[in-house]
């Protein structure tokens, strides 16, 4: 009876280990091509994205920052007293350049007059041709025409008791004061605008550092954005004092050491002059002899 009753549990295990087997190869092969089944789409993705050619990249595009701390920044956003201050900056560099430029071609000037005077002068026949044969704005002729005139207005009663070659020698010298001061003039300016303007341009400095100070005390914090403004407008100030004051001393060394050299030659123009109209044989158109008293 036993044997009876496991025969067909025997089946039933040969049954189901045969139809175990016949099933493995095909869950085998599904896996295989479920698995193949992406890397075959990688690989056609791959081949599509090979052939289409892949676009240039666009070119930077540059954009120009604007500088919220520069001299445009600072004339915009500055009060009265910094839009003041630059203004007088300005004015003093104007000054500075136009007195530098304009005694630079008048000293050049009386420079030239001075060489033709040296060639044509002392080998006219007499003072009054010497003279017309200067220009008619030559400081060589003023100083000249004034040493001829002295000689003939030597009269009056206050002037006859002036003696006679003191009285030249003051017309002479006279006339060499004017041509010196016309030289001079405007280096007076110079030596002012060389010693203020780095004070004023330390007036604006501290007057940035002020309105940085303030922008602190309003935030409660010191960020560098509070300030970066009211000290970039002090150091600008203090760079524009120095740009002014700088050129101004050299242009007045420069100048004043040019007309020391111009100058020279125009004493000794004047000091022949003295001595050929004190000599007793001046011949002018009016003829005077005079002797010395």
Known sequence: MMKKSTQPLVRFASASLIAACSLLPLSTVFAEETSNTPVATATTEATSNASTPTPPPKPA???????????????????????????????????????????????????????????????????????????????????????????????????????????????????????????????????????????????GTVWGIYHALTAIGISGQASIDKVAGPVGEALIMTAIGLAVAVPAVLGYNWLTRRNKAVMENVRSFGSDLHAVLLSGEINTNNSVNRSIK
Do not use: C
Request: hydrophobic letters at 40%; zero cysteines.
């Open 61 to 203: 595009t540059s954009e120009t920052v604007k500088n919220p701390y520069g001299l445009e920044a600072l004339w915009r956003e500055g009060d009265l007293v910094a839009k003041s201050t630059l203004f007088i900056l300005v004015l003093m560099s104007i000054g500075t350049w136009y007195i530098i430029v304009s005694k630079f071609l008048q000293q050049a000037k009386v420079k030239r007059q001075g060489k033709e005077a040296e060639k044509s002068f002392w080998e006219a026949t007499s003072l009054d041709n010497a003279t017309d044969g200067l220009e008619q704005s030559s400081a060589y002729r003023f100083i000249a025409e004034k040493g001829i005139n002295s000689t003939k207005s030597h009269g009056g009663s206050l002037l006859e008791r002036i003696d006679f070659n003191t009285w030249v020698s003051i017309s002479i010298q006279r006339a060499i004061e004017k041509v010196q001061n016309h030289l001079g003039g405007g280096l007076a300016f110079l030596a002012t605008v060389g010693s203020t303007a780095p004070f004023v341009g330390l007036f």
